[in-house]
């Protein structure tokens, strides 16, 4: 393989178009997953203004480019997905029926070990390394948001019916009931990123927004817009203000879902719900495939899915003592995690005791 390593700002216009263009042709060629945004090369580069270390290989046949592996390294050689613990997809953006030898990939980028954790369906090289696989829930919408709302009444009729319903209530109980779809006001994707920073301090959780160069990668993306990507800030509105609002990335045909919040103060109403069924009716318009809820075990997630993608954790590695090191740290941590979020019996209690200090930490008894 002719293999180039490339920092983020040394990426030529010619390979960024090359590299969009196979994103675009992926849905055509039976590899929808590889048009998900976050194997865009604007998400890559925009972690690269954030975050050291990440490097894009082009890797070229017959000069031409073939297929664009965005990956973060360390000094040592200790490599990670690009935005590792944020992105929902990952792997190697190829051309149809490219095929690559995964150390040999390693070895030209510098790395003795490349760590996933959202690898997309269709990686063999890498999915033979995988320590395990997971569902990532979407929401079709391909034939239009009334066929989706149509396959959800049959899946889940209580369910639709009670969230319509609340919808419903919600325009009868608030004045100026609206959804923007592309909400291009800064102020309330700030009002999102505070709820979402109060959501995970409720719930126990890690406050993502707590990171400065987390909330600086959200705030670039917001403002990231180009034929084939974008940042999208949804909002449901009532009464003038906002009750629920979400920011995701799009590509052509994917809507990746990412920070979805609300205000608790409407919870009765399920805004968080109703805001992702219009943001469905907003897709379907603007001709998106799916929605892709990202990995993990959540109710409404199961709730508004129609079907599931999978993706896997693992690690490639070289023979290299820093690899073996590596892994040697990550594996137990990822296999405790994996073994608590994997049996209900395990994690319930987990989960109420991660409220609990969450209450605590908020004043709250």
Not at 29 to 55: I, K
Not at 237 to 260: D, Q, S
Request: aromatic share 10%; net charge positive; hydrophobic share 40%.
């Amino acid at each position: 393989m002719d293999i180039s390593v490339y920092r983020p700002g040394e990426l030529g216009s010619a390979d960024r178009a090359a590299w969009t263009s196979l994103q675009s042709k992926a849905h055509l060629q039976g590899s929808p997953e590889l048009g998900n945004p976050f194997l865009s090369p604007e998400f890559a580069l925009a972690v690269g203004r954030c975050r050291r270390g990440v490097r894009i290989a082009v890797v070229r046949e017959g000069g031409e480019p073939a297929a664009f592996f965005p990956f973060q390294r360390t000094a040592a050689g200790v490599g990670r997905a690009v935005g590792l613990g944020l992105s929902d997809a990952q792997g190697l953006v190829h051309r149809p029926g490219f095929t690559w030898d995964a150390r040999e990939l390693l070895k030209a980028c510098g790395l003795a070990v490349w760590e996933f954790d959202h690898l997309v369906e269709g990686q063999g090289p890498f999915e033979a390394e995988a320590t395990g696989t997971f569902p990532s829930p979407v929401m079709d919408v391909d034939q239009g948001y009334e066929a989706y709302l149509g396959r959800l009444r049959e899946k889940s009729p209580k369910f639709t019916k009670k969230t319509l319903g609340r919808e419903r209530k919600l325009g009868r109980e608030h004045d100026d009931v609206r959804y923007v779809h592309d909400e291009r006001d800064p102020a309330a994707l700030l009002t999102l990123m505070a709820w979402k920073s109060a959501q995970y301090r409720r719930t126990g959780r890690s406050d993502r927004f707590a990171h400065e160069w987390i909330t600086r990668l959200v705030q670039q993306l917001f403002h990231t817009r180009s034929e084939p990507f974008a940042g999208i800030l949804s909002v449901l509105y009532a009464g003038g203000k906002p009750i629920a609002a979400h920011f995701g990335l799009r590509t052509e045909r994917v809507l990746a879902c990412w920070f979805p919040a609300y205000d608790p103060e409407f919870s009765k109403y399920s805004p968080g719900l109703v805001l992702h069924l219009r943001m469905a009716e907003a897709a379907a318009a603007d001709g998106i495939a799916y929605l892709d809820l990202g990995r993990g075990q959540k109710e409404y997630k199961d709730s508004l899915k129609t079907r599931e993608l999978s993706v896997s954790e693992g690690w490639v590695t070289r023979r290299h003592p820093v690899a073996f090191g590596h892994r040697a740290r990550r594996a137990p941590v990822r296999a405790l995690r994996n073994t608590v979020q994997a049996r209900p019996e395990l994690f319930e209690p987990a989960d109420r005791l991660l409220k609990q200090m969450g209450r605590i930490r908020s004043g709250r008894r």
